[in-house]
């Protein structure tokens, strides 16, 4: 059973920045694909971004292009994501989802993910 526990979150100013980690437990195989997701209140949850541990390109969704990082330690147990020029928008709930599977095709997908962390909040004032 894996376990995905978020940390990080919390209130910044606009064009502030903050970054976001996940650290996964109980994972059997070393090749797997972890993302990041947010949900902002009335909204349906969206992808942000995602990473497959085999090395593959990451994907970002066209609104965090350029401003959001995502990455991993070089033991692969924790997965961040660096979030820099903050705006209103970017205010969310924020997701960490793990599957054992590549990232492509449908990694936007929140029916594709077998694990859930429990979230971290982000709030960006203006």
């Known amino acids: 059973q894996v376990q995905l526990v978020e940390s990080g979150g919390g209130s910044v100013q606009a064009g502030g920045s903050l970054r976001l980690s996940c650290a996964a437990y109980?994972?059997?195989?070393?090749?797997?694909?972890m993302a990041w997701f947010r949900q902002a209140p009335g909204k349906e949850r969206e992808a942000v971004a995602t990473?497959?541990?085999?090395?593959?390109?990451?994907y970002y969704a066209d609104s965090v292009k350029g401003r959001f990082t995502i990455s991993q330690d070089n033991a692969k147990t924790t997965l961040y994501l660096q979030m820099n020029s903050l705006k209103p928008e970017d205010t969310a709930m924020y997701y960490c989802?793990?599957?054992?599977?590549?990232?492509?095709?449908?990694?936007?997908?929140?029916?594709?993910?077998?694990?859930w962390g429990q979230g971290t909040q982000v709030t960006v004032s203006s």
């Open positions: 990473l497959y541990t085999g090395g593959d390109t990451p």
């Open positions: 109980g994972y059997t195989y070393s090749l797997y694909c």
């Open positions: 989802a793990f599957r054992y599977d590549y990232c492509s095709g449908s990694w936007s997908r929140e029916w594709a993910y077998n694990y």
